[in-house]
């Protein structure tokens, strides 16, 4: 049982330490920079109060990153408190105003009281770089999306017919056809045949096709929109940006599969039908390479949405509701994988379908067959062995 709790409220230049005892009471309270002597000074200075400290803390990473190694490095106890629920928490206790000394205290104090908070370990390195390589990916797909719906708006304005003749997110002929050729008279007086041989030149696929798209939808505008040679010059950068996101995209997508791949969980989590090598890196970096860090496996459900939580109330018993704080994009990827393995594998077909027999809609089966593929991750991790697919024995009736 710890004697002191020190809870720490962390920002980008300075963080508060908090340090409270058995009681409640508060032995220190500290606001310091976010350099590494001075938080060496902090943890010596607890330490002296106390060689058995449980700190805590509201960020797992950024502005927190360099006290976590800090602590980590000094063999303390640490556990995770989102910031999400020190808010929460905050409404019981004195006081409507908010400040960094109330937060580390009510960090320290939910510490000393609760027993359902994350311990933080000794990070996975190729976790951690998965953790980056994937929050970088996720960001340029994002770019992307909003990169695309401003080329459609933007060419939208000045040539309708042109954004319904192509699906700009998966056609990368499209793309190369607008760094060339973005207003109907340019590509009229090109012609199709000339436009084909363009389209060719630049490595384009069934470049014949898409010029024939193009010059039909040319055809169809005689009429030029106020504006339309500046539009048409955005919408040509708007292209090259998007077909440079792309390129970004391919690179992080190799980075991310390479530096997957030498994990000791790899060959393990990659054995799991419906789960590659970005799916994978996923589950590796938002569980930190360990998925037995979680203590349990209805604890990881739990992080990832797909542990229903009771709502009872009065005579009202066993109902259960799907939980509102959990981790989306550990959810995201285990429903990803349950999505691609009823296609590829025949057991999670099977179970997927049994599941809509009893009444449940598709998005339930769904997530009921990530639930089940969870437990199978977190029990291959466990014996560290690979997935084996269920092969009926000769004559043994089909289950």
Known sequence: MPQLWAGVDAGKAHHHCVVINAEGDKILSRRVPNNEAELLELIADVRALSPDVLWAIDLNAGGGALLIA??????????????????????????????????????????????????????????????????????LTA???????????????YFPALERAFDYSSSKAALVLLTG???????????????????????????????????????????????????????????????????????????????????????????????????????????????????SVDRLAGVAGLAPVPRDSGRVQGNLRRPRRYNR????????????????????KAFYERKRHEGKVHKQAVLALARRRLNVVWALVRDERTFQPHVPRPGSAAA
Request: net charge positive.
């Open 70 to 139: 800090l602590l980590v490095n000094h063999d303390q106890a640490l556990l995770y408190i989102p910031g999400r629920t020190v808010h929460h928490a905050s409404a019981g206790y004195r006081g409507s105003g908010k400040s960094d000394a109330k937060d580390a205290f009510i960090i320290a104090d939910q510490a000393r009281m609760r027993r359902d908070l994350h311990p933080m370990t000794a990070g996975d390195e190729i976790a951690v770089d998965l953790r980056i390589l994937t929050a970088r990916r996720y960001d």
């Open 143 to 157: 770019d992307r999306t909003r990169a695309i719906n401003r080329l459609r708006a933007q060419i939208l304005e």
């Open 181 to 295: 050729f973005q207003t109907p008279a340019a590509l009229r007086e090109c012609g199709q045949a000339e436009l084909a041989t363009w389209l060719r030149a630049r490595k384009v696929r069934n470049g014949a096709a898409i010029a024939a798209t193009a010059i039909a939808a040319a055809r169809a505008q005689l009429t030029a929109v106020p504006g339309q040679s500046t539009a048409a010059a955005m919408t040509a950068r708007l292209a090259k940006g998007v077909m440079a996101l792309d390129e970004e995209i391919a690179e992080t997508d190799a980075l991310i599969e390479g530096r997957f791949r030498q994990h000791r969980h790899a060959a393990v989590i990659l054995s799991m039908p419906g789960i590659g090598p970005l799916l994978g890196a996923e589950i590796i970096a938002l569980t930190g390479g360990d998925p037995a860090a979680f203590g």
């Open 329 to 348: 994009r550990l959810l995201r990827a285990f429903y990803l994988s349950a999505q691609y393995a009823i296609v590829r594998c025949p057991e999670s």
